[in-house]
């Protein structure tokens, strides 16, 4: 009698086993998924990052042009990216009746959030 009471305690015991197991496999791989989602995320985050970067030099290479038909634009849609740009003279910088310098700046946005992603400025000789 004593050894069918024991193996119906192990029993019980394995069945316990296999429970505790097979949470801390429920919480592996939900901490797994996290890890997995958070990497394709931050890789999104960084091809936008990169392709907004190109826009903005592309956009800002257009407006320093001195003939280039892009500095009249003063924006543009490039995919999902909205670019702005401005020109701002500097007040300083046309003292001796030289043509002076002016900021140019190009602002990349992303038209489905509306955040700005990237924004770089350069100088320029005023028209």
Sequence with gaps: MRRSGLSKRRNGYALIDAMVA???F???SALLFQTVNSTALTKRHLADSRRAILI???ALSELQDE???GALRQGGRVG???WRSSVERLADSAKDNSKGLETI???VIDSATGKVIVTLQSLRLAR
């Design 105 to 107: 700046s190009v602002a």
């Design 67 to 69: 003939e280039g038909a």
């Design 80 to 82: 999902r990216f909205i």
């Design 56 to 58: 903005a030099q592309s």
């Design 26 to 28: 429920a919480v592996m």
């Design 22 to 24: 097979l949470a801390i």
